[in-house]
């Protein structure tokens, strides 16, 4: 028989998934509000690496859910439509605020606000 400690090392996580989906489904409460907590602070993985983790997971499960309420005809298209009208726009000018004073930030020497506690590459 193989060594099965990675496949046990994966448990927790798995357990933790399972937890996370079992609380959303019978809330209805967002998962990013419940896994990026849990990531931090039961399994020791840092900020950045959980919401970032969290966010590529909920946008794969969410296409999903998408498509099958798109196909079940439950998705008021037009809706849609609005809501990206103002949301696109209002997320696209945030990043480049965030952006924007990040770089002043990194280049002026200054080391204090909300901006300095982001890291980017």
Same mark, same amino acid.
């Given at each position: 028989?193989g060594d099965l400690s990675s /496949?046990? /090392?994966?448990? *927790? ?6 937890? &996370?989906?079992?609380? &959303? @489904?019978?809330?209805? &409460?967002? @998962? %990013? ?7 931090? !602070?039961?399994? %020791?993985?840092?900020?950045? &690496? +959980?919401?970032?983790t969290d966010l590529l997971y ?7 859910? !998408? ?10 298209? *037009? ?12 997320? +696209? ?15 002026? @020497? +200054?080391? !204090? %606000?909300? +901006?300095s506690s982001l890291h980017f590459?």
């Amino acid at each position: 028989m193989g060594d099965l400690s990675s /496949a046990v /090392a994966l448990l *927790p996580l798995v357990a933790a998934g399972a937890g &996370v989906g079992f609380l &959303v @489904g019978l809330t209805g &409460v967002g @998962g %990013g509000s419940l896994m990026t907590p849990l990531l931090i !602070s039961s399994f %020791g993985i840092s900020p950045q &690496v +959980a919401v970032g983790t969290d966010l590529l997971y909920a946008s794969i499960t969410k296409t999903a859910g !998408s498509w099958r309420h798109h196909l079940s005809d439950h998705v008021d298209w *037009p809706i849609v439509f609005r809501l990206a009208t103002g949301s696109l726009p209002a997320a +696209a000018l945030l990043l480049a605020a965030i952006a924007f004073s990040t770089s002043i930030l990194r280049y002026s @020497g +200054a080391g !204090s %606000g909300w +901006a300095s506690s982001l890291h980017f590459p």
